[in-house]
């Protein structure tokens, strides 16, 4: 008597249903950031920017400030960005600026974001109360005023590169250890810390090598977010006067162009290659911040659905009859 078998696709009879394909491992961090647009995007003109400031030396030798024509030259053939009213090269302060800008940005938030970690993870490991402690230094700085507190040390203290990176190290750490102390915090209760506290391993080894590998993500987030702060303060400092003025930077070319009348006479090639710059690497950072997000939180991933044969149907069931 025949009767019918139903089959899964993919199987005969008598026989069991074909092993399911293994499905791919989860992107890396790194292959996730280099197939993301928007890194690529941001990392592109980050990387530009960079290589124009090391070769700075190079395409415009000699001293930026020095006057080269007359005042207040439009862009031409000779001058691309025109002429200051002191007849500097506008170019050449704004490559040469390049320099002092990422530097001060680079090493701000680099500064910024390892003080953050270090009171991140001490407050949220030993707890009690050096807890108590350093989370009362942490909300002193977020409540005071940070502009401020910018223009009061910078006033007070002596002129320089150094005195910039500073007062913008002790007015921006604050927030980046309250962000890395929550995330540290949630990690600190998982099971795999308990068993390496159980086990006898040291403090520091237990913060360093089991917490902050998994806080990679909001350590990265985090840095971004100081770099282009570092820019930005640094901008607004040397604007308001505040800064090493003898420097050339993107702030300073600000601050001169201000001085000198510059949006009086609608001199608008003196101050905008500058803006444009801060503006453009600020976007870059903020692509490349965006894409980490992308990357690291599921929610955000784009997830592509396999294409069917015919949408909307079921899948087709075999039926063979045997004896």
């Known amino acids: 008597m025949a009767t019918a078998i139903l089959q899964q696709p993919g199987t005969t009879a008598g026989k069991t ?32 920017f960079i290589v124009v400031a090391l070769l700075a030396p190079v395409l415009f030798p000699g001293d930026p400030s020095r006057i080269t024509a007359m005042a207040s030259l439009e862009p031409d053939a000779e001058h691309w960005l025109g002429t200051t009213a002191k007849g500097q090269d506008v170019l050449a302060l704004t490559v040469h600026g ?45 409540l005071l005023p940070g502009l401020p507190l910018l223009v009061i040390l910078a006033a007070f203290l002596p002129p320089g590169l150094g005195t910039v990176i500073l007062v913008l190290v002790v007015t921006g750490w604050a927030g980046s250890a309250r962000v890395l102390r929550s995330q ?27 917490i902050l590998p998994n806080m ?58 500058s803006g444009v710059c801060i503006a453009l690497v600020a976007f870059a950072l903020a692509l490349i911040n965006y894409a980490v997000d992308e990357v690291t939180n599921p929610r955000l991933r784009k997830i592509k659905t396999p294409k069917t044969a015919t949408a909307g149907t079921p899948a087709p069931i075999e039926r063979s009859a045997a004896k």
């Not at 002092?100 to 949220?124: D, K, M, N, W």
């Open 98 to 142: 390049a320099r002092s800008s990422l530097l001060v940005g680079l090493t701000v938030g680099f500064a910024s974001t390892f003080i953050g970690i270090l009171v991140g993870l001490a407050s949220a490991y030993f707890g009690r109360f050096i807890d108590e402690a350093l989370s009362l230094v942490t909300n002193v700085f977020l």
């Open 17 to 48: 249903p074909a092993a399911k394909p293994k499905t791919k491992p989860n992107r890396s961090f790194i292959h996730g950031l280099l197939t993301n647009r928007k890194a690529l995007v941001g990392m592109a003109v980050m990387a530009l």
């Open 216 to 273: 990679a993500s909001i350590v990265m987030g985090t840095l971004l977010a100081c770099v282009i702060y570092g820019i930005g303060a640094q901008a607004g400092l040397e604007f308001l006067g505040l800064g090493d003025v003898s420097t050339v930077s993107w702030g300073n070319n600000l601050f001169w162009a201000g001085n000198e009348g510059a949006l009086l006479t609608g001199s608008w090639w003196v101050f905008v290659p």
């Open 184 to 210: 540290a915090l949630s990690i600190r209760s998982k099971d795999f810390v308990a068993a390496a506290v159980v086990s006898g391993e040291r403090a520091g080894r237990i913060m360093f090598r089991e």
